[in-house]
């Protein structure tokens, strides 16, 4: 039935035209744009979403370079993640932390003496714990929900429209966050190893530059993300898997692997406090954002998702887990401590195993740095997730629930993007300021999101509800006190920025929720009213202050439509007024004219004056007014044409008796 | 007919309906809001301009107390100007500069030593010959284009678009001077007898507070300009004839008045030169915007208005040079000189004649203060009404030739007020730097006036033309003369930026008229054709997302138009689209429905492809789109919802064989 045919030059496609075919339904579109699809539809094809202009064509071409083909709707599952591609996606932001943990621990003990690193292995244990925790908490709420069981939607579920818009406020601005802190301290990292960055102040610039690749490479679909990502990835876990590993084979052989010596880092004594503790405690403890991306992104794993989810998460707290923990015994081991020279514990650790700066000591550095840049994958993956949900019902704006050309969610990568862009600029680069805002959103969220589960179980009472009750209910206890942990820890650092921001969010979704639901209900249709042919007598009227081609479309129009059309001249000037009706009455038929004098030089309020009360002279019959408008090219137009259409129709519209519309007027084409 | 009818409170008028009446044309329309005029017209009562909304009327009666009662265009007549009243509105520049133009030529002779001070009366006399022969010019031009004979249509008419548009120009940059220069140096005059303002640099707010005070008092209408500025123009204007007259006395008596002695200011000297002459010479001459303002303003008048207006002129020519003479003789009979201490050679022979400072000698000083303010009046009487020539010629935006509530040029002198106070802050109110691009405008405009008029009066050799073209010819070649001495006297002062701005403005002006024409042609009805009841049949198609009353009403209106209505449903979501079918064909009867699936995700341009398709596939029939649009209530809305009916509307308006509809929708009220 769809023919092929040659692709025709002229811009409008010539049509299979058959003479006597008056049928108006189309079941013969274009072969080049649609093809018959099932159940009696026609499909677009690809053709039919190319631009026509020249500048549109440019801009589509260029984006297929950049972004790839357009994919189909139905290409869906294939774009589909397998485990080891979702690994790095999800699990970049984890992995990174290992990197910089350990050290931002140390630091703050330091405060307390070199004695005080002591307390770095049980810290560690404690943070270990804590991770097994919120992954067996985590693996039953993906259970619970194999669509998505983000913190928002289970906390929505379970515990109302407020705990859940909080979840979700709070994990958006965490994003945002770990976007800005985590490439920015890569490039930070990077700078150090290139002096000539630092130098020509190049770091701001490739912070830029960075997070816009990582929003490409995003564009292009999550699972081409997984593709590129991945290297860089597994040569991070394969070199630190085998620092720990060399390292345990040298100290059981009792060859124990010695750091460089090096100036320890002046720390300002202030003595051992529980608070110093806490401090250790959340500054080691401040990445799992990848537990919650996974669960979020469950829809987006080959089938079966949930189990597919289910045992990336555990993968990826296994690794996490002997990673931190194989770090804070290496520096045990070795001797590393905090030093003034900028040389980083992993870096002394690095050297010390591998006796010196060896290639494999490079590779260790390097992947480091790239798995912090790549550590932002994480909130790419997840927080236009999370916008896409929040825009499905209704508290975000509607476009993040659309998938792009490549079927992401584009909207919400371009918007993370330019947040985190700006809050880089705004800040300098200097973003460790941003660091105690960070983290604090994962653990609020993760708190609802355990409470929710609580009462999901409680109110559903499958088999062994009980067991998944207690998991969650502890996992809930825990992540809550590490929340207050965080805020007395951090409070004065900033974190009250956060009880500032996230309540403002959350009014704002609320605000655009009412204003989608009130859109709702005024365009709500009955469900039992019927429409049919019209029953009303109508009449039809144009405003007309001249003998245009704009007006002349409209009267024609209202010809169609009625055969009382009224056209109405407003004027200062009953002597034009009277020359317009002579020509009037020569050129147009079947029309008349009615001149209103406006002597007080104001058009449009007689105008609908006139317009009410003719409405409501004959409440049996509506009032269809045409306002003819020519459209403008150019925007500076505007200051040489007044916009009188646009304030008749702005005073008309939702008038009783009356129904509105606009003729646009363009010089054919 | 039209019965009186009490004021009805709910906001749309009950009607004076009458059972049957089914007529459509409105022949009786509401008594409180219209009444019959002749001709068959109906005739706005003030009541249908008031705004319907509380921030309407609370803006409506505000600007009823500032401005007064709305006039009605039939008032014009009542609004002309007798000659006692279009004296002060006219001459209050001319009238000014006597304050400071003989003082402002000795400051530049000064520098050729006090010596040069001789020579300030034959250059006053040089200005004031030069002054008689603009006004016998100006008489002429007044009485050939009694409609109105400013620079710009006599140019316009004789030499041509271009020349016309160089006068308008220079005449608007003219004036913009003239207000922000005149009114600074008003307050700074003030300023010097109220040590009070500079303390607390009050200066530049009080000029902006004078400027909208004439702004206000013009928007009231020429008129009232007239009443209010009469007494402050007068009482100077005696002042300074009284000052005269007893300094004749005086000296006739033998009690010649001498300045009380004072230092002089200290002048570079530079030696008598052709140059300084000129110099002194162009500062003496730099008033004369008045005879301008009286050629364009003839309408004005009260009949018989050309008349009037050349005795007008003749007065204030005659009064200017006879305060002109007088002041400068006056100042070689008391030896007044150029301060070094501010006290100005007017303040030194008020003294002089009213031996010391008594209070004819306040009342002196202090009008003089008044008349420098309202030098700006010449500008806001010309300013709005050269605009309005401009707009009604479709060289400046179309808004400045409408007359306000007060058949005042309200866009001009808002404009006006605007354009001058930015010039103002923008110098801080340093405004000395601006005086040199002053002038020079009034007097490019007289030489292309003047050689218009030579073209006019050889072209129609009527009787006495000969003279005619004689007196004109002089003063074209004298006006001249004078451009080329300002300009070389004063380009180095910045005069050139005159020719940058001028230039600037004159192309601006050519492209907003050819954007009008282009309009023009593009809605351009030939006079032969005629417009009846419609010929082909027509379809209608709306597109459709959705269940929502927006739509449905769209759909009712095509189903008053054609029997074939088609909506057409664009989707992503084939199993939702099924849906939607059902309950579609549940509730609406005899539109067809078409579903395109678009597995790109894009819906606006495969609706078009499909449109256009239609619209293709059979020109015989008109292809009507009507297109649901549910308005928007705030500007933040945007965001929330996409413009897919603005782009489609864009999209499609001027393709052939397809009309395009907006029907707005808002809930009804």
């Known amino acids: 039935m769809a023919d092929p045919q040659p692709v025709v030059p002229s811009r409008i496609p010539r049509s299979g035209r058959k003479p006597g075919d008056r049928r108006v339904t189309v079941d013969r579109p274009e072969a080049r744009f649609f093809r018959y699809g099932e159940q009696g539809t026609i499909v677009a094809k690809v053709a039919a979403i190319e631009p026509d202009s020249r500048a549109g064509r440019l801009g589509f071409g260029a984006r297929r370079v950049l972004f790839g083909r357009v994919l189909s709707t139905h290409e869906e599952m294939e774009q589909r ?58 693996r039953q709420t993906i259970r619970a929900y194999p669509n998505g069981g983000g913190s928002y939607i289970v906390a929505r579920a379970n515990l109302g429209v407020l705990p859940g818009l909080i979840a979700a406020a709070s994990l958006l601005v965490d ?24 130098e020509f102040k190049l770091e701001v610039p490739l912070i830029v530059i960075c997070i816009l690749l990582v929003m490409t490479v995003n564009l292009r679909g999550l699972k081409e993300s997984g593709s590129l990502f991945a290297a860089p990835t597994y040569i991070f876990l394969g070199s630190m898997l085998l620092v720990i590993g060399i390292g345990v084979v040298r100290t059981a052989l009792g060859n124990a692997p010695v750091a460089p010596p090096t100036t320890p880092f002046p720390a300002a004594l202030e003595g051992m406090s529980l608070l110093l503790v806490m401090r250790a405690f959340a500054d080691g403890c401040s990445a799992m954002t990848g537990t919650e991306a996974v669960a979020n992104g469950v829809p987006a794993f080959k089938p079966p998702e949930w189990k597919n989810a289910q045992m990336t998460m555990v993968i990826m707290s296994a690794l996490l887990g002997s990673m931190f923990l194989g770090m804070s015994w290496l520096v045990g081991v070795t001797g590393a401590v905090p030093s003034a020279t900028g040389d980083s514990i992993l870096s002394q650790i690095g050297a010390a195993v591998y006796d010196g700066r060896t290639p494999l000591y490079y590779i260790l550095m390097f992947s480091t740095m790239g798995v912090l840049i790549l550590a932002a994958q994480t909130s790419f993956a997840d927080f236009p997730r999370l916008a896409s949900i929040l825009a499905k019902d209704g508290f975000f704006p509607r476009q993040f629930a659309f998938r792009g050309e490549r079927l992401a969610f584009s909207s919400g990568i371009v918007a993370l993007a330019i947040v985190s862009i700006v809050l880089v600029v705004a800040f300098g680069g200097d973003v460790n300021r941003l660091i105690p805002l960070y983290a604090i959103g994962v653990f609020t969220s993760f708190t609802l999101s355990q409470s929710g589960m609580v009462r999901h179980w409680w109110t559903e009472r499958g088999p062994g509800w009980r067991r998944s009750a207690v998991i969650n209910g502890v996992g809930a206890m825990v992540t809550a006190v590490v929340v207050v942990i965080f805020a007395i820890a951090k409070f004065a650092l900033g974190a009250w920025i956060v009880l500032i921001i996230v309540p403002v969010m959350v009014v704002g979704m609320l605000l655009i929720g009412r204003e989608y639901r009130s859109a ?81 030089r104001e058009f449009v309020r007689p105008l609908i004056r006139y317009l009410e009360f003719t409405a409501e002279k004959d409440p049996s019959v509506v009032t269809i007014v045409l306002i003819p408008e020519r459209i403008i090219k150019h925007w500076w137009e505007r200051f040489l044409y007044n916009q009188s259409a646009y304030r008749l129709r702005d005073a008309l519209t939702g008038h009783p008796g009356i129904i509105v519309a606009d003729v646009p007027f363009r010089r054919p084409r």
């Open 81 to 138: 993640l397998p485990k080891w591609k979702a690994l790095p996606i999800f699990s970049s932001d984890v992995m990174s932390s290992v990197a910089y943990a350990s050290e931002a621990s140390m630091f703050t003990l330091a405060a307390a003496g070199s004695v005080a690193y002591g307390l770095l292995m049980p810290i560690s244990i404690l943070i270990v714990a804590l991770l097994i925790l919120v992954t067996f908490s985590y």
């Open 175 to 198: 994003y945002v966050l770990t976007v800005a802190v985590s490439v920015s301290s890569g490039v930070y990292n990077l700078s150090a190893a290139v002096p000539i960055l630092d």
């Open 520 to 600: 709702q209900v005024e365009l709500h249709v009955r469900p039992e009213s019927v429409i049919g042919p019209p029953s009303r007598g109508q009449r039809v009227i144009v405003p007309m202050q001249d003998m245009r081609r704009d007006a002349i479309q409209a009267i024609k129009l209202g010809l169609t439509m009625s055969k009382s059309v009224v056209a109405v001249h407003v004027t200062d000037d009953l002597h034009a007024a009277e020359q317009f009706r002579a020509r009037f009455e020569e050129q147009v038929r079947g029309v008349d004219l009615v001149i209103v004098e406006s002597p007080y």
